[in-house]
T-cell receptor, first 113, second 112 residues
Framework: KAGVTQTPRYLIKTRGQQVTLSCSPI?????VSWYQQTPGQGLQFLFE???????NKGNFPGRFSGRQFSNSRSEMNVSTLELGDSALYLC????????????FGQGTRLTVV | DQQVKQNSPSLSVQEGRISILNCDYT??????FLWYKKYPAEGPTFLIS?????DKNEDGRFTVFLNKSAKHLSLHIVPSQPGDSAVYFC???????????FGTGTRLTVIP
């Protein structure tokens, strides 16, 4: 059974640009959550999608957005990139509803220059 | 406000001995706790979890203990192996939610 797949693995962008990251959850998993990991702030929750609807949102500015498709694949978009957006972005998938374990992808390393 | 805390940034243990990683939380609404292992530039790997209705859960060499009154949980690894060397994160989730609150991690080094 394939795990959580995130693409691309590495990305370099310039300040002011926008970026889209992709996540394919484990087959059958309908909940996809996104997290940002930085050395200073640790792992922080961005948002969660379930059945194509954003169900929960963390404390991030509106420049961070996401969506989920009918096949449960999810994308995360960051607009007007800032240097501080450089981080490892992680996607986690869960089976359904709430509860149970969350399984993470390998992440996308975004560097903003 | 850090709702999940791992106060020891690092821990070194001899191979074969027990590793004990600690985690404290402040939110009494958390009802599910998880431990993850992480290598640099990779996603966290799920290790073991525990529901708030239990006080212990075992899986092979890994055991998690939960003390709800103290809002404290710990991960025991016995015996420790060099391959266990990684950063360990404690995470917690509230009722009816999927978002996880993570601690800042403890770097475990198992010395051969």
């Amino acid at each position: 059974k394939a795990g959580v797949t995130q693409t691309p693995r590495y990305l370099i962008k310039t300040r002011g640009q926008q970026v889209t990251l992709s996540c394919s959850p484990i087959s059958g998993h309908r909940s996809v959550s996104w997290y940002q990991q930085t050395p200073g702030q640790g792992l922080q929750f961005l948002f969660e999608y379930f059945s194509e609807t954003q169900r929960n949102k963390g404390n991030f500015p509106g420049r961070f957005s996401g969506r989920q498709f009918s096949n449960s694949r999810s994308e995360m978009n960051v607009s007007t990139l800032e240097l501080g957006d450089s981080a490892l972005y992680l996607c986690a998938s869960s089976l359904a509803g709430t509860g149970g374990e969350a399984f993470f992808g390998q992440g996308t390393r975004l560097t903003v220059v | 406000d850090q709702q999940v805390k791992q106060n020891s940034p690092s821990l070194s243990v001899q191979e074969g001995r027990i590793s004990i990683l600690n985690c404290d939380y402040t939110n009494s609404m958390f009802d599910y706790f998880l431990w993850y292992k992480k290598y640099p530039a990779e996603g966290p790997t799920f290790l073991i979890s525990i529901s708030s209705i239990k006080d212990k859960n075992e899986d092979g060499r890994f055991t998690v203990f939960l003390n709800k009154s103290a809002k404290h949980l710990s991960l025991h690894i016995v015996p420790s192996q060099p391959g266990d060397s990684a950063v360990y994160f404690c995470a917690a989730r509230g009722t009816g939610a999927n978002n996880l609150f993570f601690g800042t991690g403890t770097r475990l080094t198992v010395i051969p």
